[in-house]
Each structure stands twice: as structure tokens, then as C-alpha cells.
């Protein structure tokens, strides 16, 4: 995950943390893909930052690391509420909810 400026978010970079308006207002929830008009809802409501997928929280070594299938269960348990409401049988979804349990289960490693 990696903290960036409003100005340098583009188009299907992953929200990893909600973004919320001036006045507290939910925006987009995590995981969300974001797209231009997401880029003019957040200018509108005076969001300066928020924090994206990739970036430094996994480094591109972690594909070389095996993943057993137990982890890869344990971080799906924890993913696949993020997804309660897309149809993961969409081509893109099914492949964002693949691939986000997939650093989840990359990070869980990495922490133990």
C-alpha cells in the first residue's frame, strides 16, 4: 500500500483503505477500482490523499514466493467480504478478487 497525492491517482489503480469526504462522508470503500469520474467525485469533495494498492507494501520478489493453499484459504476468508456485492463471475472482478487474495495471502506470509 503506498500513500499518494489526489493528482497522482490513476485510472485502475485499487483503493486498499476507504476514502472519506471532508465531512466524513464514505466516498469509496476498499478495493474500489478507481475511475475518472471517482478522480471528480474526490476532487469535488476536497480529498487531497488516499492510499492505493501496490506500491510498497509488496515488492516484486513476492511473486516468487510459493503460497501454500491453506494461506491461500485463510486470505480469501478474509477478501472475499470485500467483494459481498460484485459478480465475481465477471471476468475483471473474478480476476481482481484472485489476485487481491493473493497479496493477502503474500502479506500474511510475510508477517508470520
Request: hydrophobic share 45%; net charge negative; glycine share 8%.
Amino acid at each position: 500500500m503506498q500513500k499518494i497525492a489526489l493528482e497522482d491517482a490513476e485510472i485502475d489503480m485499487v483503493v486498499a483503505e476507504s476514502v472519506t469526504g471532508s465531512q466524513g462522508q464514505l466516498l469509496l470503500g476498499a478495493g474500489t477500482v478507481i475511475t475518472a469520474k471517482h478522480i471528480r467525485i474526490m476532487k469535488t469533495w476536497g480529498v487531497h490523499s488516499l492510499i492505493v494498492e501496490g506500491g510498497d507494501d509488496v515488492s516484486e520478489e513476492a511473486d516468487l514466493i510459493p503460497i501454500s493453499d491453506e494461506l491461500l484459504q485463510q486470505a480469501q476468508l478474509l477478501e472475499k467480504p470485500r467483494f459481498c456485492r460484485a459478480n465475481i463471475e465477471h471476468e475483471v472482478m473474478g480476476y481482481l478478487l484472485k489476485e487481491k487474495v493473493r497479496l493477502k495471502a503474500i502479506k500474511i506470509n510475510r508477517d508470520n
